[in-house]
């Protein structure tokens, strides 16, 4: 019997470049955000966290007192803003993609077990998920920080805390449907123990779901990082980060340093635009793709 | 003795007890007693409700009995420890309708194939590389499909790569779930000659569920006719095909239209639809559908009586004052 | 002179385009086609032969990546590719009706059964609602559906699934068409249901002189149902003719291989003839007759060249070079 058998790829978790209206722009902000950040030391002209005051509070070079030295200006204490944006980028980074990576981490593992168990083990994660979702995220963030002390350790603890919860909810919803799937019940006939089950069927096939939350997350995980720094209980300074640069920069506001908060705040939401971008359009194209399989 | 018995089977199902319904209860298998012998094949045929698919889960494991007992080589399957209990998922194995649900898209085909035999044993790789290469061949595969990923084959070789997984413990006993439904219509025969050859070559016994009426009776040497539950009529598959007794297993027949158009077989059409299974007809469920219902029918549920060489539970045949 | 079919399709092609214009599917390819009045026609053809897509055409239901690229389709004498979409409205529904396989789907869950059974009615002759309500209550009591006057007032949900399918039925022959297509409409009902309602479509059929177009997979059907069958492999009509005929001696070895793959319940024991391979994938079809890869009567020709139709006198066509006059190979051998 003849039959064409091609290719031994598996479904790539890259085919999806092929597929129409892949985001170019997105993601090229997003990984020359991942660029900047790593490459920060070579790239920064100037050290962020220390300044001189005599130069406090240059403009841009466009402007009338700006100089090439200080390409986006200084800011009160006379540090080069654009030092602080790129070093910015690696706490809005680091914190970010850890803060996600332990909160997928975390609700993915509750959600897999919630869903798949049930019983009594789906109900005491529920609840929790349910009073935890409660509390508004933000409020909470705050509380934690007073507690335990704004540190960038502790704010990516803080985030993960804040939404693994998400993840719980969605992840639990796929594996409730998943579980009927025939070749589920194919391997409880076959044997397996419900641990492996998880392990080896239910995890691969959520996993793709876990990767297009994490970038719709990642945007809304740096929001509320800067939130918090803005507030004064996210990342403590001097580290550069550009929500505390948003709360420094305000006072400037009144006087004309329109670049002390135009810059910083341009730069969160490229960031969060282009992971909501992504975010978007893989949901839009992963999951039909995963049905067909 | 039979490789598998059930006796006096039942099922039942809380209803969901809302604010305004009281819950009752589905009675998805009730009192079903079959039997399967070794290298034969089973059929299970009957309508939506009439509890064919739980029988099928009840017989995998997949549910357990609120009454009555299966047994399996002699053995009661809630008495079995855990080694006998690996031993039973060892022995009895399934194949589902849904091929493009039936394969976990992420797993290499030779890892689904080999899943039930490597599980909970330490087999040497090169071992099972050649039992998963014995097998596809066996279902008539290529050995290159061992590396390949389930989207690359169509409906009716996914359906093979299951039905060789479902081989690879040398299990005893298939279930076979609607194995053809899916497929188009000029697959089915493929795979219908696969399962009758593997049975041949391997002495299998199947628990064959259709609701193609013809597809059972060309693979079963025994056929089970269920309605709401309960066995309407029962025995050598040859037997019921040429004459069916009771009449829901007649009017079935009659529905399964002809080969060809000239036979023309007398047209049982039933007046009524078919009950649920949450509030079934008093006495025999099928008295407000049958063309014979007599008044006994309606206060007393007929027994399974031998009947010309069957078992058929129906008050027109023999003495049967049985109540409920 | 034999009177005008009521439906003539002649050389009938429907091409799905893909976007960029560079995959053509042929769904259906130079189909050639007639119905009479009163009469029924099985098409008969497993996924990808084209059977749904000529529902649609005749129709002009097609989605907008779908285009008739030649042929004609004539209904009454009229062109039904040349009306505008104004005058297509007014003849689905009212002239030409169509019943699809999932009843659940076919009908709005948020109306009652009353309002999708009137519906036709109010449109296609201005009825009033209480004029077209009282009509729907009879359609249902054609469709022989107990109580009528209840169900009228109730929701889909509140039905089986053989109760939804005769009153999408119902809807159909509403505003008395002279032509139904079901596509299909029994493949999700349970087999006793089945017969019912085939037993129903049948007593419609006679009651109002409808031509009835089934499209189906299942050969059982064609037998109990259909006056001439239709059979489809990959878009392409490749034999046709009164059912009779064709099941006592099918031409085209598709046809032979189908009836003989399907299990019959007199002859248990026989191993079924399988067809090796699988249905053709329309995007990248073999040059040649579609058939040639999987046909144990494969001649060279056969995948050079896809073959013609040719109708002979007795009302059959077929499309297989095995077939012609003059091949020399067996014409109208009988089931094996």
């Known amino acids: 019997m003849a039959m064409r058998l091609e290719a031994v790829s598996p479904p790539s978790r890259f085919d999806f470049i092929r597929l129409e209206g892949f985001p170019f722009v997105p993601v090229f902000i997003l990984v020359g955000l991942v660029v900047v950040a790593v490459f920060a030391d070579v790239l920064a002209p100037h050290d962020p966290e220390v300044g001189r005051l005599a130069l406090r509070f240059r403009p841009p070079f466009w402007q009338a007192g700006g100089s090439a030295e200080y390409l986006l200006g200084t800011d009160h204490l006379g540090r080069d803003v654009l030092s602080r944006l790129i070093f910015g980028a690696r706490v809005s980074m680091v914190v970010g993609f850890t803060a996600v990576l332990f909160a997928g981490t975390v609700g993915t593992g509750l959600g897999i077990v919630s869903g798949y168990l049930g019983g009594w083990v789906d109900q005491v994660i529920m609840r929790v998920t349910d009073t935890w979702l409660a509390l508004p995220a933000l409020t909470f963030a705050i509380f934690l920080a007073a507690i335990v002390g704004p540190s960038e350790m502790n704010i990516v603890i803080i985030l993960g805390a804040v939404y693994w919860t998400r993840y719980a909810r969605v992840i639990r919803g796929e594996v409730l449907s998943l579980k009927e799937r025939e070749f589920v019940r194919l391997a409880i006939v076959a044997g397996l123990s419900k641990r492996k089950i998880m392990v080896r069927h239910i995890l691969p096939n959520v996993i793709n779901s876990a990767i297009v939350l994490g970038t719709l997350m990642l945007g809304v995980v740096i929001v509320t990082e800067a939130a918090l720094s803005f507030l004064g209980v996210g990342v403590p300074p001097p580290k550069p980060a550009w929500g505390l640069m948003l709360a420094d920069g305000k006072k400037g506001l009144m006087v004309g340093y329109w670049w002390l908060t135009v810059l910083p705040g341009t730069c969160i939401v490229l960031m969060v635009l282009s992971a909501n971008l992504l975010g978007d359009w893989l949901r839009v194209k992963l999951d039909p793709q995963l049905r067909q399989l | ?324 | 002179m034999s009177p005008p079919a009521l439906l003539e399709l002649e050389n009938l092609s429907t091409h799905y385009v893909s976007a960029r214009g560079t995959r053509v599917v042929r769904a259906v390819d130079e189909v050639s086609l007639r119905v009479d009045a009163g009469e029924t026609l099985g098409i008969v053809g497993e996924s990808g032969s084209g059977k749904t897509t000529l529902a649609l055409t005749i129709l002009r239901l097609l989605p907008t990546a779908a285009r008739v690229t030649s042929g004609k389709l004539m209904f009454e004498g009229e062109d039904l590719l040349t009306k505008s979409d104004g005058e297509m409205r007014r003849v689905r529904g009212k002239r030409i009706a169509m019943i699809l396989q999932d009843p659940m789907a076919s009908l709005n869950p948020l109306f009652t059964i009353g309002d999708q059974v009137a519906e036709p009615i109010r449109v296609h002759e201005g009825a009033s609602r209480g004029a077209a309500w009282a009509r729907a209550g009879e359609l249902l009591k054609a469709v022989r559906i107990p109580a009528p006057q209840t169900r009228l007032h109730q929701h889909p949900h509140e039905m089986s699934g053989g109760m939804r399918q005769r009153i999408v039925g119902a809807i159909g022959i509403s505003c008395g068409p002279r032509l139904l297509i079901a596509d299909e409409p029994t493949t999700s009902l349970d087999l006793t249901i089945q017969a019912q309602y085939l037993s129903l479509l049948r007593e419609l059929q006679r009651a109002h002189g409808l031509a009835l177009i089934f499209i189906t997979h299942n050969l059982g059907i064609v037998a109990r149902m259909c006056d001439r069958l239709a059979v489809m492999y990959a878009g392409r009509v490749v034999e046709a003719g009164p059912v009779r005929d064709v099941f006592k001696a099918p031409v085209h070895p598709y046809t032979r291989a189908l009836l003989n793959s399907i299990p019959r319940m007199s002859d248990r024991c026989q191993r079924l003839t399988a067809i090796d391979g699988q249905p053709p994938d329309l995007a990248d079809m073999p040059a040649g007759c579609a058939f040639a890869p999987r046909c144990p009567s494969v001649v060279e020709r056969c995948r050079v060249a896809a073959p013609p139709a040719v109708t002979s006198g007795d009302g059959r066509t077929v499309r297989c070079w095995l077939a012609m006059p003059g091949a020399g190979a067996t014409n109208g051998g009988g089931a094996a």
């Open chain 2, 1 to 324: 003795m039979a490789l598998l018995e059930a006796a006096g089977v039942s099922k039942h199902f809380q209803g969901r007890r809302g604010l305004f319904r009281d819950g009752g209860v589905v009675r998805a298998v009730d009192g079903v007693s079959f039997a399967i012998d070794g290298g034969q094949t089973l059929g299970v045929v009957g309508e939506s409700g009439c509890g064919k698919t739980t029988t099928a889960k009840l017989v995998l494991g997949l549910e357990q009995p609120t009454g009555g007992g299966i047994q399996f080589e002699g053995r009661d399957l809630r008495a079995l420890d855990s080694a006998g209990r690996r031993h039973y998922r060892k022995s009895v194995q399934a194949v589902f309708q849904d091929p493009y649900a039936s394969l976990n898209p992420r797993m290499r085909v030779s890892a689904i194939i080999a899943e039930p035999l490597v599980t909970g044993e330490t087999i040497a790789p090169v071992e099972v590389r050649q039992r998963v290469l014995h097998l596809l061949d066996l279902v008539g595969l290529p050995g290159r499909s061992a590396d390949l990923f389930p989207h690359e084959f169509s409906g009716g070789q996914r359906q093979r790569i299951a039905i060789a997984r479902a081989l690879s413990s040398s299990p005893k006993l298939v279930v076979l779930d609607e194995p053809v439904s899916a497929l188009d219509v000029s697959i089915r025969a493929q795979i219908l000659n696969l399962l009758r050859d593997l049975q041949a070559q391997l002495g299998l016994s199947y628990l064959f569920i259709a609701h193609d009426l013809a597809a059972v009776a060309h693979m079963s040497h025994t056929i089970v006719v269920m309605y709401l539950g309960k066995v309407v009529e029962s025995g050598d598959a040859d037997t019921i095909v040429r004459a069916p007794r009771h009449p829901y297993t007649e009017a079935l027949f009659s529905a399964a239209l002809p080969s060809s158009p000239d036979d023309r077989r007398d047209e049982i059409v039933l007046s009524g639809e078919v009950p649920s299974p949450l509030r079934p007809p008093s006495g025999c469920h099928f008295h407000p559908r049958c063309p014979h219902a007599m008044a006994r029918c309606k206060a007393h549920a007929p027994a399974l009586m031998p009947v010309e060489g069957r078992l058929v539970a129906c008050h027109l045949y023999g003495a049967n004052g049985n109540s409920e």
